[in-house]
């Protein structure tokens, strides 16, 4: 009965790393949404001087171009959550549908499925990344698509050992003798039966695409200036890392608080999506 | 009226080995058959082959041919999937003998009863609930709001086996499969789920087939039974004649050791 579904909304479990991580993503979240009204300086104003140490007017200092740290991290929050949720979305739904795809494929088909998903695991996403960039542009969308791709193999693979794991149980079988049609059963019990353990994946992917995101744009593979990413901040704060240590350590520090953050929320779904390993009732 | 005639029924698996091998038999309405055999002899899978559901790579042949009041005939065999899935559920439905995993462990109770209900019925709403309410209660369980709003693992094992119960009949079906349904119950529980599962389907004037390896079950609730090793059917008939007058070697120790177990407990309970 749905009344059944929607009390569950009404006593989820309290969970310590759930709310360590909502209060840590939050942050970033936070100074993201920030950033589209308000920000200290333009992105591109370089009269501030190069490498000012923190301070007044520029709280963070300044970077070698003599723009305002803080306003760069600020946007590279709202590029590292995008990066983040975008990379998740197409991960997630090619990775889904694959791996549904596989999870119910049989013998050759089922192997041919697992072998290309073998290969796609092993293809490095730098590589991958450069790719894509070489057919569209260096963007943060080229980057997010690259990004997706990657993580849509591994989601695809871990979706169809899930799936394996469901149909092979009774209760499917129970279902389809009582004229459950496939579509149906998919949606009433594999895709809520394959879901607490990935969403906590997806939870996890989430800080891993981050971090991609970070690393291609210090290769020069990411979202071009004015918008600024933490990787690329990280990138050209590297030679002054002595002299204006700031520039290093603010964009570091967000990329922890981020990734460590949604990572203890992964934990805490672990515990809230599943009621089999809810103790409180 | 003969509801499901199996004729030569044949499964076998992906490797080429013979699961099933010539079963045949007939099931009238409100009839009840017993299929007994050991562990791997094949009988779950019959089952299966008669609802169309052998796993995928198996190939089944023969005829099972359905013959339910309202439904047409339908050779199960050569169905496709669509008119299959409108059988099932109307024609048969089953218990299964783990009731931990025959149930969606991440779905409460009542929803898992409701949906049958809501498919076959076209309950909804309030009229739903108080027929999720109504099934609970007919397999006899005390409490059943607590129960419906109950996932799998919150209800005791016993309790498991009479909410699949309350499932399968909440199709209605015109004949229910039991596949050891009180194996994995303890002895005083089998005894109650199996007279409940004999008052319920005596109620509804519904066909049974009662899979069990366990001829003293079979016997209690049967009235004609086949014996199956190997995939083979090796005898059958009345429950009586079988159990009087076994003529397959099988089937004697089958009886035989049905027969030890009874004077044990006799000499121990005088
Ligand atoms: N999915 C499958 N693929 C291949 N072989 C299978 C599969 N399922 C069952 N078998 C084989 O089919 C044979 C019959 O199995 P079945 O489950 O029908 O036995 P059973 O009589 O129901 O036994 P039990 O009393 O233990 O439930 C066994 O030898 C088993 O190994
Ligand atoms: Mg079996």
Redesign the interface.
């Known amino acids: 009965m749905s009344a059944g579904r929607r009390r569950v909304s009404r006593r989820v479990p309290r969970s310590a790393t759930l709310i360590a991580g909502c209060v840590l993503a939050g942050l970033v979240l936070a100074v993201a949404v920030v950033s589209f009204f308000w920000l200290p300086y333009a992105p591109d104003d370089t009269t501030g001087g190069r490498l000012m140490p923190p301070g007044l007017p520029h709280l963070l200092g300044t970077d070698k171009l003599g723009r305002d740290l803080l306003t760069q991290l600020m946007i590279g929050a709202r590029v590292a959550l995008e990066a983040g949720a975008g990379a998740v979305l197409i991960g997630g739904l090619v990775g889904l549908a694959g791996g549904l795809a596989a999870g119910f494929a049989t013998r050759w088909l089922d192997d041919t499925l697992s072998a290309l998903l073998d290969i796609l695991i092993a293809f490095p996403t730098v590589l991958l990344a450069m790719l894509v960039t070489a057919a569209r542009e260096a963007s943060l969308g080229s980057a997010i698509i690259a990004i997706g791709l990657a993580m849509s193999a591994i989601v695809a693979r871990l979706t169809r050992v899930l799936v394996k794991r469901v149909l092979a149980q009774d209760f499917i079988t129970a279902s389809r003798t009582s004229g459950t049609s496939w579509p149906r059963v998919v949606v009433e019990h594999v895709l809520p039966n394959i879901w607490p353990t990935l969403s906590v994946n997806l939870a996890l992917q989430f800080g891993l695409a981050v971090l991609a995101e970070a690393s291609l744009s210090y290769l020069g593979l990411g979202a071009p200036p004015p918008n600024a990413s933490w990787g690329r901040m990280l990138q050209e704060a590297q030679a002054s890392v002595f002299i204006a240590p700031a520039g290093v350590i603010a964009p570091g520090v967000l990329l922890v608080v981020l990734v460590v953050g949604v990572n203890l929320i992964a934990d805490g779904v672990r515990d809230v999506a599943d009621p089999t390993r809810r103790r409180t009732r | 009226m003969t509801l499901l005639t199996v004729t030569g029924l044949h499964v076998r698996s992906?490797e080429g080995r013979d699961l099933v091998s010539d079963v045949s038999f007939t099931l009238g309405a409100g009839e009840r058959l017993g299929l007994i055999g050991e562990s791997g002899s094949g009988k779950s899978m019959t089952a299966?082959a008669i609802?169309g559901?052998a796993p995928?790579?198996m190939t089944v042949s023969g005829g099972v041919v359905f013959d339910a009041p309202g439904l047409g005939r339908t050779d199960v065999v050569t169905a496709g999937?669509r008119r299959l899935?409108?059988?099932?559920?109307?024609a048969?439905?089953?218990v299964?003998?783990?009731p931990l995993?025959?149930?969606?462990?991440?779905?409460?109770v009542?929803?898992q009863v409701?949906?049958?209900l809501r498919?076959?019925r076209g309950l909804r709403g309030r009229a739903?609930?108080a027929a999720?309410r109504a099934a609970l209660e007919e397999v006899r369980l005390a409490d059943p709001d607590r129960i419906?709003?109950a996932?799998p693992?919150?209800i005791s094992g016993g309790q498991r086996q009479r909410v699949?119960i309350a499932?399968?009949l909440?199709?209605d079906p015109a004949l229910l499969?039991a596949d050891e349904p009180t194996t994995a119950l303890d002895v005083t529980v089998q005894a109650e789920v199996l007279t409940l599962l004999d008052g319920l389907v005596e109620e509804r004037g519904m066909a049974l087939l009662f899979i069990s390896h366990d001829l003293a079950v079979v016997s209690r609730i049967a009235e004609r039974v086949i014996v199956l090793k190997n995939g083979v059917a090796v005898e059958s008939g009345s429950v009586g004649e079988v159990v009087n007058a076994p003529r397959h070697p099988y089937t004697r120790e089958l009886v035989g050791s049905a027969r030890r177990l009874d004077g044990a407990l006799e000499w121990r309970t005088s």
Do not use: N
């Open positions: 992906a299966l609802m559901l995928p790579g999937e899935t409108s059988l099932r559920g109307r048969t439905s089953t299964f003998q783990e995993t025959a149930l969606d462990p991440l779905m409460r009542g929803r409701a949906e049958p498919r076959r739903l609930h999720v419906a709003r996932y693992h919150e699949a499932m399968a909440a199709c499969i």
